[in-house]
């Protein structure tokens, strides 16, 4: 896996059961170049959110490993933020005050149900109504200009919901906006692990990504140190057959690319 990154990694200062250390080790045995952090921070109180008192904290840290582990392997500070509607001013407001290189913007919640953790929901509306109702909120995170990469795009699918209508139109729709904002969508492969039991977003959807020249980055959203890099063999040989020859990078969220 050698020149390959991962940009989706959770601490134990969010949900994840390892330190960045322990993150950073694992890393590094897997062969990977670079890797970033990319905690949750949310707005709303959710425990498996960052605490907000320990911003800096993540911030000192990942400094100092970052300087520890340079001969080693790159690291990143990420932060994985959540879009809420109506919040776009106070989420800018605290991603200003964070030295990050890059921030995956992801929906988690349709109002105030918070979806990926609660399946109570789940039939209130047609699966087509709930995925109009998701990929509207993915559409306006887009259009914030808050995010640099959107985050596990069809995490909607994540207890095997599917629409019950080709819905192929709503996602060309969301990729044409994506790419309008010059935005980069993450193949993240930890979908593989949950019921959907594929990646976030679908191999379907990540051709289409192709299709609209949308540049990509590679993701576990790992949250213990078996995690990190996981499935990436058959995620590069997906993004290989679907054309894809690069991914992305990001410093202080300026973006480069690197070829695979
Ligand atoms: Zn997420
Ligand atoms: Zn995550």
Redesign the pocket.
């Known amino acids: 896996m050698i020149g390959l990154t991962d940009y ?1 990694i959770h601490s134990v200062l969010s949900d994840g059961k390892n330190t960045h250390e322990e993150m950073i080790q694992a890393a590094i045995e897997k062969g990977l170049a670079e890797i970033g952090f990319s905690d ?1 921070v949310c707005l709303k109180p959710v425990e498996w959110a960052i605490n907000h008192v320990d911003l800096p904290v993540m911030v000192q840290q990942i400094q100092h490993l970052k300087e520890k582990y340079q001969d080693q392997i790159t690291i990143k500070l990420g932060a ?1 933020v959540d879009y809420l509607e109506g919040m776009e001013d106070e989420i800018a407001k605290l991603i200003d005050t964070l030295p990050l290189d890059y921030v ?1 913007g ?1 929906v ?1 919640f349709i109002g105030d149900w918070n979806f ?1 953790v609660d399946k109570s929901l789940y039939g209130k509306w047609s699966n087509d109504r709930l995925y109009e109702i998701y990929f509207d909120l993915i559409q306006k995170a887009a259009r914030t200009g808050l995010f640099d990469i959107i ?2 795009m069809d ?1 909607i699918k994540k207890f095997r919901v599917y629409p019950e209508s080709n819905q192929s139109q709503l996602f060309d729709e969301t990729l044409e906006i994506i790419k309008d904002q010059n935005l980069v969508v993450e193949l ?1 492969t ?1 979908g593989f692990d949950r019921p959907c039991a594929e990646f976030t977003p679908s191999p379907a959807i990540i051709e289409r990504c192709f299709h609209y020249k949308i540049p990509v980055t590679l993701t576990s ?1 790992a949250h213990r140190t078996e995690q990190i890099g996981r499935h990436f063999d058959s995620a590069v040989n997906l993004l290989k057959s679907v054309g894809y020859q690069e991914l992305v990078r990001f410093n202080k969220r300026v973006r480069s690319i690197a070829t695979f």
């Open positions: 989706h949750h994985e995956i992801s988690h990926d985050g596990h995490i993240n930890g959203d």
